[in-house]
């Protein structure tokens, strides 16, 4: 059985299935999908119709379009960075279209990571954000360290997030900032639901966190958590009705967002904070 990629302990036992995959239980609280795809099978996950409407991968209806609903929800955690360090070289990893990087103000030496090559190729980045293309692990150490790392909804995205994280902390200089933001299974929210949460989409997802058990990665990782906290974000209606569609499997959820995309309402304007996604501010010890 695989061991916890957050503490690597070995698996306590099987919790469900859901979309083909097993997901097992660690006793640092951490789930995961017991099989994860290869590094081939995820970066051909990723191709544009992730991004545009392919609701087989759980992904966007159209990232692109979305763009300014996350404007608003990335400029507080722009804020936020900004609040903590005031400025510097910021490395934002999964950045697809550069959305967080655009909120980030002229005291910023902006650059990115991004996985999906088709999606750089329609969506160029800005001339002032700098994006390497390919796997975060690969990413090239550069003689001159980040003062941040983001992390955006990406440790939910890969098989081996404590790779990732002290990966981060390589690029890091001493007492740089680490921002996360994931999906919390402990929240009362996804209890409530159980394996009928919106979060758990294996294979979009592969890791699942508690609060604790990221902070727990997090400082057996070398950072010390500055703040969390658990913010809401601004989405199109329609978006709200595309994942209604992965909690309730029913035909009328299905026509309702059927509906949504033809009409008025597609992209009326919703804040949702269902408490279930944290936010976490670490600084490298």
């Not at 660690?26 to 990723?46: I, M, N």
Request: with cysteine.
């Amino acid at each position: 059985m695989r061991a916890c990629p957050a503490c690597g302990l070995p698996a306590l036992d099987s919790l469900f299935e859901k979309n083909g995959f097993s997901v097992l239980g660690c006793r640092c609280g951490t789930a995961f999908v017991a099989e994860p795809p290869k590094p081939a099978e995820l970066r051909d996950y990723y191709s544009l119709d992730y991004f545009k409407g392919n609701r087989e991968k759980f992904g966007y209806i159209d990232y692109a379009a979305e763009e300014p609903f996350q404007a608003e929800s990335f400029q507080k955690k722009a804020d936020r960075l900004g609040e903590i360090l005031g400025g510097g070289r910021v490395l934002d990893v999964g950045c697809a279209t550069s959305s967080f990087l655009k909120q980030l103000g002229p005291g910023w030496e902006k650059h990115g990571v991004e996985l999906s090559v088709e999606l750089l190729k329609a969506y160029p980045p800005p001339e002032d954000v700098k994006v390497w293309s390919g796997d975060f692990l690969a990413y090239p150490k550069n003689e001159k360290p980040f003062d941040a790392v983001t992390l955006w909804d990406v440790l939910d995205h890969v098989p081996e997030p404590k790779s990732v994280v002290r990966k981060s902390a390589e690029l890091l200089r001493p007492g740089g900032v680490l921002a996360v933001l994931v999906g919390d299974r402990s929240s009362c929210f996804a209890r409530l639901l159980g394996k009928r949460w919106h979060l758990y989409i294996p294979p979009t997802h592969l890791t699942f966190f508690t609060r604790a058990s990221l902070l727990e990665l997090l400082k057996c990782s070398g950072f010390k958590t500055i703040r969390h906290e658990y913010e809401g974000r601004w989405v199109p209606l329609s978006l709200c009705f595309f994942r209604l569609s992965y909690i309730l499997e029913a035909a009328w959820v299905r026509k309702l967002y059927e509906w949504s995309l033809r009409s008025a309402v597609r992209n009326l304007k919703i804040y949702i904070n269902l408490r279930d996604v944290v936010t976490v501010y670490a600084s490298k010890t």
